[in-house]
Each structure stands twice: as C-alpha cells, then as structure tokens.
C-alpha cells in the first residue's frame, strides 16, 4: 500500500470515517446547571440508613421545542445524588420500573459481591433488589450505573446514572467546601447527539463507541453555575460511553486536584488540566475573584493513540463544559488545606502475585466475557500486582471492582497524573502496558464474581471484561473454572 489511494484502501478496510474536530463553545441559551438533588432516606429500625430507587422511562426536555424520551431514577434522567457516611450501613430498595431487565453497580465501592450490582444481580421489570452493606471506606466521590451484560451502554445513555458521595470524619474535618449545591458541586459529564426530533442517536459508533456532539453536565445542556463564594468544589465525573475529557479553565488559570476515583489526594495538587476517560472522576476547587467569569472546559488532548486516529476518538475536540458565574460580592472560603490524609504506597514488594492482562480484540487475555467463566481467584486481604496491556492502537481503560488500586507505572515510566492518588479506573495509552497494584478486601464468595472491564461501555458491552472471586486464603479454588492467567 502506498500514497493516498493505499491510505483510502487501509481507511476503508478499518471502516475508519476520519472527521473534522469539533469545538463547541457555550452558546446559544445558557442555563443554569441543573444539580442533582440529594436522595432522601430513613433510618430503619435496624439503624441502616434507607435510599428507593426505581429506574424507569420518562421524556426530558433538554433543548427548547423538543422533548428526548429517556430513563431515569427517581426523575426523568440521571438520578438523584446518593450521600452516606463511612460506617453507617446502606439498604437500597431498587425498583424496576422499566420494560426490560438493569441491574444498578455502585462504581467505586467496596462491598460484598452480591451487592455490587452487577450483570448477575439482574433485576427483572417490575422487580425489586435490596443489597444492603456496610460503608467501609475513605470519603469519595462514586456514582451508580447499569451494568447489564451487553446492554450497559443504551442503559447509561438513556439515563441511568447518579453520583454517590461517600464522607468521613477525616474529610470532614478539613477546610474544604462542602455545601452541597453551593460551593460543593457534582459534574456529571456526558455526550450526546440529538436527533432532529429530539431523541438520543444510538448508532454511529467507531472503534471506541459513541460519540455526541453536544455536551451535558447533570443533563443541562450550555450551563452556567451562579457561585456565591471565593472556592468552588467541583466532582467531576466522565459518565460518558467512550469520550475522554481534559478539563481545564479558559482563564489558563490552574486549580486544585484535590481528590481521584479512590479518595482525597495527600496534598492539593496544582494542575492545568486533568484528564478523565470513562468512569473516572476527580475533585477540583476553583478559585473565583468578585464578577468573575471563568469556563470549564476540554481541551484537546494526547491519547497517545498511533495513526493519526485520535481524531476519530474525539480526542481533538474543544467542549465548553460549565461556565462559573462568580457574584460581585463573594463569601469568604478558607484557604486550601497544605495536606489533606495520610497516603499509604502499596508496596509491589508485597505482592504475592502478579496478573497479566491483554487488552485487544474485544476481549482480555484472549477471551471475551462470559457469565458462567470465572476467570480467577484472588485471596482475601492479599497485595496483587496487575499488568494490564493495551494491545491496540486504540484508547482502552480498566476498571476493577471492589478495590482501589495505586498506578505504578505505564511502560516502567511512573505517571504523574496517577502518583499518590487512588484510583479504580485508569487510561491505558494505546501499546502500552500499565501497572497497577491493590489489596484485596475480604468480602469472600466464591461463587459471585466481581468484574474487570474496559469501563468504554461498548467495549464493555462487546465482551472486554471479565470475572474474579475473593475467596479465603487456602480455600475455594476449586470452585473456580478455569485457573488465571498469573505467573
Ligand atoms: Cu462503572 Cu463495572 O463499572
Ligand atoms: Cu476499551
């Protein structure tokens, strides 16, 4: 193959459409950020604390003129912002009020698999599931999704998504903002395109999934944030089927990293941008001045992906995300704190196994995901070691249940992005291979597996997951199917 009849010919074979980046400046009719409401609950006479959710179909008017039929918990999309305190335990009465099976999977949280929600805790119409555990980790900014197998995608992108905000005394005794609403905001950050008459196209996809072509935060489209005081707190999270972020201020000005999937960093981090794939989220605080007008937005951003293709994957693209409306008259916020918790490094020393994974094909290590093959055992309260290889040219991530997990490195080289942070789900650069290291809770069960997936959902949903038990140490390998793929 050479010049440019080759190139077309090579195109064609990899049905790679190449298209124009897009920019997309807030426009048109800004409103104000709509923000999730906080979900009621009670306690019950056992002391744990009670959330409802029922999933089900609804129509939402995004843009003026239409209406877009979607889903939604508890409202017509999205769902409501879920908020518990580490110790406390947790009854969530899910209902299914929609005409086909979800589950609900808590993204981020440590718990028993059986309450994890996810494509085996299915929940027929008309069905109710109520998991119920106990808060067992540091405060964090989590969120709850769909996870059905090979309907994860549709699911999301009609609607179903919420945060879920985990506190704790540690966090709670540091000079962060923390009004809901007012100085502490969730930014649930998605792409959609809609149809002429208002419903969400769901086909087009490329190699990474579905793009859109217009941005939402918290399903308000061009939105703009009134801010009444000095530093606002903003919980980003990409709710997004297969777009990468790189939020960054117009102003140029840095902000304050303060927290990643897993939980408060050490020390507020100064950056210029921070990038978020796919289910990752990451807490920010912004400083305003009086009358200040400052925009979030995604810049263009180095996937690190070969040929030329970042474009497809959107990665060229300019959104405008939220603009921040500072008052003339700001009420005084507190300094940032230097430090924020103790971080303890993982040692890979300590690991008493190392794991390798091969992302490329649809599938890990070869296979694609099926519900009756578990593909491994880990043993409770272990330190693991996982080397998780992009095999492609395309961008993948990975996400695990159940743990946070610490990067190590991406081909040997530590990345600044992840050092000291927790995290859940990582950006793996295409060709590469990534390390990551955590230790294992010790909720075992060696019949309901947790999941490992690319977390873009329709690689998720085309099979690149797979399955692991937690199981005591010396016990229940038998009852896993096939043995890894350790070393
Ligand atoms: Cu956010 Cu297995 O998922
Ligand atoms: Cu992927």
């Not at 999937?261 to 796919?278: K, N, Y």
Request: charged letters at 20%; a negative charge.
């Amino acid at each position: 193959l050479g010049g440019a009849a080759g190139l077309t010919a090579l195109a064609a074979a990899c049905s790679f459409v190449p298209r124009d980046p897009i920019v997309v400046p807030l426009s048109g009719d800004p409103r104000p950020l709509h923000v999730p409401p906080l979900a009621r609950s009670e306690l019950d006479h056992r002391g744990r604390r009670v959330f409802d959710l029922a999933a089900a179909a609804a129509s939402t008017r995004f843009v003026a003129g239409t209406t877009t039929p979607t889903w939604g918990f508890n409202g017509t999309y999205l769902g409501p912002t879920l908020r518990a305190s580490r110790g406390e335990e947790v009854l969530m009465r899910v209902t299914n009020a929609l005409d086909e099976a979800t589950t609900v999977h808590w993204h981020g949280m440590h718990l028993p698999a059986v309450a994890d929600g996810g494509p085996h805790q299915v929940i027929e119409p008309g069905g109710t599931w109520e998991p119920t555990w106990r808060i067992d980790q540091p405060a964090a900014t989590l969120w709850y999704h769909p996870h059905s197998h090979g309907e994860t995608e549709s699911q999301v992108n009609r609607g179903l998504a919420g945060m879920f905000l985990i506190d704790d005394d540690a966090e709670a005794a540091l000079a962060l903002p923390r009004h809901y609403g007012v100085d502490d905001i969730p930014a649930i950050v998605q792409d959609r395109t809609f149809a002429a008459d208002g419903t969400f196209v769901d086909d087009g996809h490329n190699d990474a999934g579905l793009l859109g072509d217009t941005l939402l935060v918290n399903g308000t489209i061009a939105p703009y944030l009134d801010v009444s005081t000095e530093r606002v707190r903003l919980r980003l999270l990409n709710a997004s089927s297969a777009r990468s972020y790189r939020f960054a201020l117009d102003s140029d000005q840095p902000f304050a990293l303060v927290a990643t999937d897993g939980g408060l960093l050490p020390a507020p981090r100064t950056v210029d941008s921070v990038q978020l794939t796919p289910g990752e989220r990451a807490e920010v605080v912004v400083a305003l001045r009086s009358a200040e007008r400052i925009v979030l937005r995604s810049l263009p951003q180095d996937l690190q992906a070969g040929s030329g293709r970042s474009r497809d994957w959107g990665a060229e693209d300019t959104f405008d995300v939220l603009e921040l409306r500072a008052a003339s008259a700001l009420t005084a916020s507190p300094d940032l704190p230097s430090t924020l918790v103790e971080f303890s490094p993982l040692d890979p020393a300590d690991a008493v196994r190392t794991r390798s994974f091969r992302l490329s094909g649809d599938s890990i290590n070869g296979e694609e995901m099926d519900m009756s093959r578990i593909d491994f055992a880990v043993t409770a309260g272990s330190t693991e070691v996982w080397e998780v290889t992009n095999g492609h040219s395309q961008p993948h991530n990975f996400h695990v249940h159940d743990v946070r997990f610490q990067v190590l490195d991406t081909d040997g080289v530590p990345r600044e992005a992840e050092r000291e942070s927790w995290k859940d789900t990582v950006y793996l650069p295409p060709d590469t291979t990534t390390r990551i290291v955590m230790r294992f809770g010790h909720h075992t069960d060696v019949d309901v597996p947790y999941m490992y997936h690319c977390h873009l959902l329709y690689h998720e949903d085309n099979g690149m997951m797979g399955q692991f038990v937690i199981v005591e140490p010396g016990g229940g390998q038998g009852a896993v199917a096939h043995p890894g793929h350790g070393h």
